[in-house]
């Protein structure tokens, strides 16, 4: 008998925990879905007005906070 979607994924999740731990099966996963978008082009809207030295001061910020 087929096993349903939800088994398949759970019994895959299992396998990557137990073969690459929690973090490896969690990285796996976020690397292996498929993006959407078009990164280059948001990027350049995004940044677009911003120098690099901004950029590192709002990561210095965001470091601060956490």
Do not use: P, Q
């Not at 976020?30 to 911003?50: Q, V």
């Amino acid at each position: 008998m087929l096993k349903t979607l939800k088994e398949i994924k759970e019994e895959g999740w299992d396998a990557l925990i137990e073969r690459l731990g929690v973090a490896g099966a969690t990285m796996f996963v976020l690397e292996s879905e498929e993006g959407y978008g078009d990164y280059t082009t948001e990027r350049k809207k995004i940044f677009a007005e911003k120098s690099l030295d901004d950029i590192v001061r709002e990561i210095k910020a965001l470091k601060r906070e956490y």
